[in-house]
């Protein structure tokens, strides 16, 4: 199984960007899918997971401003964030828990990050 993320960039603060993630390979059911996120100098954070039936859960810091979505037939997780911040600024990793075949255990994958840098 891998995660392919894709969408960081360079934003001006107050702008629209979005994130999506793609997971491929063997998967029978993926359970939960998210976004975290890696400042320099920073632990790793959770920004946001959505549930297999869409039950959602945000960081207090980006309630009201960034949206987690998925397309399950494309095993597809996003990430719209509106009025970015600099704060904003981090390396968003994908995670997902999946679940490869019928009856096996489930297990965690991470993309490979990818940079979101925004300019005040």
């Known amino acids: 199984v891998q995660l392919q993320a894709s969408g960081g960039g360079l934003v001006q603060a107050g702008s629209s960007h979005r994130l999506s993630c793609t997971a491929s390979?063997?998967?029978?059911?993926?359970?939960?899918m998210g976004w975290y996120r890696q400042a320099p100098g920073r632990q790793r954070e959770l920004v946001a997971f959505?549930?297999?039936?869409?039950?959602?859960n945000y960081t207090d810091s980006v309630k009201g401003r960034f949206t987690i979505s998925r397309d399950n037939p494309k095993n597809t997780v996003y990430l719209q964030m509106d009025n970015l911040k600099p704060e904003d600024t981090a390396v968003y990793f994908c995670?997902?828990?999946?679940?490869?075949?019928?009856?096996?255990?489930?297990?965690?994958?991470w993309g490979q990050g990818t940079q979101v840098t925004v300019s005040s």
């Open positions: 995670h997902a828990d999946i679940r490869p075949f019928y009856g096996s255990d489930d297990f965690d994958y």
């Open positions: 390979g063997t998967i029978f059911v993926i359970r939960r």
């Open positions: 959505i549930a297999w039936r869409g039950t959602t």
